[in-house]
């Protein structure tokens, strides 16, 4: 549950152009198929705004974001422990995976593509968001 309340603060935290760069300075692409996934970018970005809130409890997420973004960014917190409590916020929906994946299509570092089975047999395993998503 925390992680889609913490999912809802952020996307309403940064808009569009934010998430872009956020996408491109805080997370990493999977080691080994030097691609970006949306539970990875998640999870980076999720662990970010915990570090970035944390630093800054007392300031609205929205501008600790846009001044971390703008400075650095932050290195993220460790969430061995699971995801604190969210910054307060009133009926948000956790729309950031849907966010992260628009983004996500639009870098040539990341294809959602048709997938061969291993051994060629059947049909291919669709990873395409364009039939959900509208850019």
């Given amino acids: 549950m925390r992680s889609s ?10 808009d569009d152009a934010q998430l872009t760069l956020a996408v491109e ?6 080691a ?3 691609r970006r996934s949306v539970p990875v970018v998640r999870a980076q ?28 960014p932050s290195p993220p917190a460790n969430l061995e422990e699971g995801l604190p ?19 996500l299509r639009r870098r040539p570092d990341v294809a959602f593509e048709a997938v061969a089975p291993p051994h060629g047999d059947g049909p291919a395993l669709e990873r395409s968001l364009d039939r959900s998503l509208s850019p």
């Fill in 45 to 72: 970005l999720l662990a970010w705004a915990v570090a970035v809130h944390a630093q800054h409890p007392d300031q609205f997420l929205r501008l600790a974001l846009g001044a971390d973004l703008e400075d650095g």
């Fill in 25 to 30: 300075r805080v997370t990493t692409p999977v």
């Fill in 5 to 14: 309340d913490w999912g809802a603060v952020l996307s309403d935290a940064l």
């Fill in 32 to 34: 080994g198929i030097d």
């Fill in 85 to 103: 409590e969210p910054p307060p916020a009133e009926d948000l929906d956790d729309d950031l995976n849907a966010r992260i994946a628009v983004v």
